[in-house]
């Protein structure tokens, strides 16, 4: 199995939103940040674990199995609706951090195989 970008409020870890977690607990109102444009592949965490779930406890589909939801999301979009589903009182600064050149602009999972078990669980 291979797992995309885990979204989930957990204490532990380097994720951005961790971090955006930290400065909220800190009392900041603001948050450095990048562009924002670069799109990854998120899944919430319970999302996350229902298809772990899923991959393991079937034995139809093989292979490498992507755990993810096979759509490619804007980082800002994606960190502006964290803020607000966790109600956060915080804003971003756009543009502090330079996008690093290194970086992909898009990656996504293939949905397939995972859709297919998720599919074949419902039958």
Not at 17 to 39: M, R
Request: charged fraction near 30%.
């Amino acid at each position: 199995m291979r797992g995309y970008y885990i979204v989930g409020n957990s204490k532990f870890g380097q994720s951005i939103f961790l971090k955006i977690t930290h400065a909220v607990e800190e009392g900041k109102k603001t948050f450095p940040f990048t562009t924002g444009q670069n799109q990854y592949d998120f899944l919430d965490y319970d999302d996350f674990c229902k298809q772990v779930v899923a991959a393991i406890s079937q034995n139809k589909v093989n292979g490498i199995i992507n755990i993810c939801s096979g759509k490619p999301e804007k980082l800002s979009d994606r960190v502006e609706k964290f803020i607000r589903d966790n109600n956060y009182d915080i804003k971003l600064e756009y543009g502090s951090f330079p996008d690093r050149p290194y970086d992909s602009k898009a990656v996504w999972g293939n949905d397939k195989k995972i859709s297919e078990i998720l599919k074949n669980e419902k039958d």
